[in-house]
């Protein structure tokens, strides 16, 4: 562990870490993101740990709302340039646009905001549920339990980005191993998977290159970037980031709204009885099981909310925190699956807002319904353990539902 920097006030360190405290490692039956609200909110808005980041690296914890917007909409002050998944195979780029800073990061989103707005979403939505509804059917098929994990919510999330590089579905099981080897498994397979992604981009890139048609990378590759066209580089930064961007953080929030479901029948039979109700239970399942923690390096000097931060320290914004900061949500531990007015952070706020926000909320209200609509009543299977997990993207490892009853 590093030293603590000397602008850092000792009554401002806390011993909580989003990574390794207990309900962060995985933990049977646990509830990460009220674990760590519970944390953070009782002590002050900002706090410093030394153990933010997963490798050990100390940080500024932001716990409010309010100051969480400030610094994520402030991309000058705050940067996101890094390169953690590149470094993680031994090279050092930025992925795009989510690495890249202003003023170079607005061109970028302008020319991906078309790929994922709400229009193009509503033309993809029929293959979402035609994916929902296969793998549901499959699941049916097979019996009265699935583990939600393995059988729907990771392999639905990579099977939408192939629908959306226009990749045949017999390829589903070999690029779901990809996946989770590249992103759950150990550093050497993690790379190993990493190369493998990459190097089936590049030649999708090379085939479209000579074969174009109307699919996303032939738009990546006909594209004009400060006036000129993609380098092979920045369209594999670029695609990867989409890959990975909607893997994990859809199948997390898939797989926390089944388990909350599976916990409280009453909502389950509410949700089961009134389907149009779940539009509006989704978004609160947003704020209330959050997973992601964005992070930023302090470019100069600045002061937030009373505390010194210097240029080159690392803050992070834990979105599920902020989702329960009683100065933003009336009775914020309490999940209200008809909330209104709900202005969640699960997406971040500012330039790097999630671009990928229209095509995940379509994926888990798809997702829900349709497993609502097919699925008979659920519950945990007795005599298993659902284990959860904090880190950069909270998680639930096994979600065991079993339908005999
Ligand atoms: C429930 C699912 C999802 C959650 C909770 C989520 C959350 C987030 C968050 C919090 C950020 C901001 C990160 C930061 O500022 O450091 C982000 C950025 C991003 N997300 Fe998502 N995401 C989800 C699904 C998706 C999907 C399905 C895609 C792609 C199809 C996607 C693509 C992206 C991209 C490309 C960025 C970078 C945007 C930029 O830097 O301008 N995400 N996401």
């Known amino acids: 562990m590093e030293r603590l920097p000397e602008h850092v006030p000792q009554e401002l360190v806390t011993g909580f870490s989003l990574y390794s405290s207990?309900?962060?490692?995985?933990?049977?039956m646990g509830d990460p993101q009220a674990a760590a609200a519970k944390a953070l909110l009782a002590g002050p808005p900002i706090v410093y740990t030394p153990l933010a980041t997963r490798d050990g690296v100390g940080a500024w914890v932001i716990t409010r709302a309010e100051d969480q917007r400030r610094i994520l909409q402030d991309g000058v002050t705050?940067?996101?340039?890094?390169n953690t998944f590149s470094a993680a195979i031994g090279e050092s780029w930025p992925l795009i646009p989510l690495e890249i800073d202003p003023p170079d990061h607005s061109a970028w989103r302008s020319l991906l905001n078309p790929l994922l707005s709400p229009r193009r979403v509503v033309a993809l939505e029929g293959?979402?549920?035609?994916?929902?509804?296969?793998?549901?059917e499959g699941i049916k098929a097979r019996g009265t339990e699935c583990d939600v994990m393995t059988d729907f919510a990771f392999p639905f999330a990579v099977n939408i980005f192939l629908q959306f590089l226009g990749i045949p579905d017999d390829r589903l099981m070999e690029f779901v191993g990809w996946a989770n080897d590249m992103l759950h498994s150990t550093p050497e397979a993690r790379t190993a998977a990493a190369h493998k992604v990459l190097?089936?981009?590049d030649d999708l890139a090379d085939l479209r290159r000579r074969e174009p048609t109307d699919d996303f990378m032939t738009f990546v590759l006909d594209a004009d970037i400060f006036g000129r066209k993609m380098t092979p580089h920045e369209v594999r930064a670029m695609s990867i980031l989409l890959f990975i961007g909607g893997l994990d953080t859809v199948a997390a929030a898939i797989g926390f709204d089944l388990y909350h479901l599976?916990?409280?029948?009453?909502?389950q039979s509410d949700l089961r009885r009134n389907p149009e109700k779940i539009l509006l239970a989704a978004e609160e399942f947003l704020r209330a099981y959050a997973?992601?923690?964005?992070?930023?390096?302090?470019t100069a000097d600045v002061e937030v909310n009373g505390v010194l931060m210097k240029k080159g320290d690392i803050v992070s914004c834990p979105s599920m925190v902020a989702n329960r900061d009683p100065m933003e949500f009336p009775n914020p531990e309490k999940i209200d699956l008809q909330r209104e007015d709900n202005r969640h952070t699960a997406f971040a706020y500012g330039p790097h807002r999630c671009l990928g926000s229209h095509l995940a909320r379509r994926e888990i209200v798809v997702g829900l319904e349709e497993f609502l609509a097919r699925i008979p009543a659920f519950r945990i299977k007795p005599g298993t353990t659902p284990m959860t997990f904090g880190g950069y993207v909270f998680g639930v490892e096994n979600l065991i539902l079993d339908w005999s009853a």
């Open 291 to 298: 997973t992601i923690t964005p992070l930023r390096t302090v």
């Open 262 to 267: 599976a916990r409280f029948p009453a909502d």
């Open 127 to 136: 293959q979402v549920r035609a994916r929902a509804v296969e793998l549901i």
């Open 22 to 28: 207990p309900e962060m490692v995985p933990t049977p």
């Open 199 to 201: 190097g089936f981009l």
């Open 78 to 82: 705050f940067s996101s340039f890094r």
